[in-house]
């Protein structure tokens, strides 16, 4: 291969880097942030579509309340970023909440 082979090869792979792999990673950073940072009280919505509130978060899962006396134990990777902002808006930070009240 000559060298123009070359920089066309290297030039494709920066373009499927560029557009497919790195947006994947920063989604999948995004949303182990989001499950991380979930707590108790928050309304959320899960990959299924079920809506409900925070009851417990342990490690790897969470209590959700979907109705009075109604709770299911699912997955934090069960719960949807998306689906949350999209129902609910996107959450608050705290600091913003205290600037905002200050």
């Known amino acids: 291969m000559d060298s123009i082979g070359f920089l ?3 030039g494709m792979l920066l373009v499927m880097w ?3 792999i790195r947006p994947q990673a920063q989604a999948a ?3 182990k942030l989001f499950q991380d940072g979930i707590e108790k009280g928050a309304k959320v919505v899960t990959s299924g579509g079920i809506h409900g509130r925070i009851v417990r978060v342990d490690d790897t899962y969470v209590l ?3 109705d009075t006396n109604t709770k299911i134990k699912i997955e934090k990777s069960g ?3 998306e689906l949350t902002a999209a129902a609910y808006g996107e959450p608050e930070k705290k600091s ?3 600037e905002v009240k200050s």
């Open 18 to 20: 560029l557009l497919i």
């Open 64 to 66: 959700l309340e979907i």
């Open 29 to 31: 950073k995004k949303a």
């Open 8 to 10: 066309f090869l290297g």
């Open 96 to 98: 913003e909440a205290a």
């Open 79 to 81: 719960l949807s970023m």
